[in-house]
Nanobody, 124 residues
Framework: QVRLVESGGGLVQAGGSLRLSCAASGRTFSSYALGWFRQAPGKEREFVAAITWSGSTTYYLDSVKGRFTVSRDNTKNTVYLQMNSLKPEDTALYYC?????????????????WGQGTQVTVSS
């Protein structure tokens, strides 16, 4: 069992930065791959980024490549999403999720555990 709690969201102007954190409980955190998803009002939840259990491999949505960076610290049971050069279209509720493998890292069904989300709002 893994419990995930996101933090770090907020209101920022376009071009600004935020760093999201996702703290996990459970002694098996380091064995899970982690993903970040987002959901804007009226839209489906979409994949943003993912990282393997070791942190050696990362995946990104094309529209965030070069702006967002996913990382993890297994000693702190925490995964991060550094978001730079934010745009109004990045406004959404951001979720982290844990998966046993990343076979389906872009799909919601590929993940076993979900957090409650943290709101990111980017003003123009």
């Amino acid at each position: 069992q893994v419990r995930l709690v996101e933090s770090g969201g907020g209101l920022v102007q376009a071009g600004g930065s935020l760093r999201l954190s996702c703290a996990a409980s459970g002694r098996t955190f380091s064995s899970y791959a982690l993903g970040w998803f987002r959901q804007a009002p009226g839209k489906e939840r979409e994949f943003v980024a993912a990282i393997t259990w070791s942190g050696s491999t990362t995946y990104y949505l094309d529209s965030v490549k070069g702006r967002f960076t996913v990382s993890r610290d297994n000693t702190k049971n925490t995964v991060y999403l550094q978001m730079n050069s934010l745009k109004p279209e990045d406004t959404a509720l951001y979720y982290c999720a844990a998966a046993g493998t990343l076979r389906e890292y872009r799909s919601l069904r590929g993940y076993d555990y979900w957090g409650q989300g943290t709101q990111v709002t980017v003003s123009s």
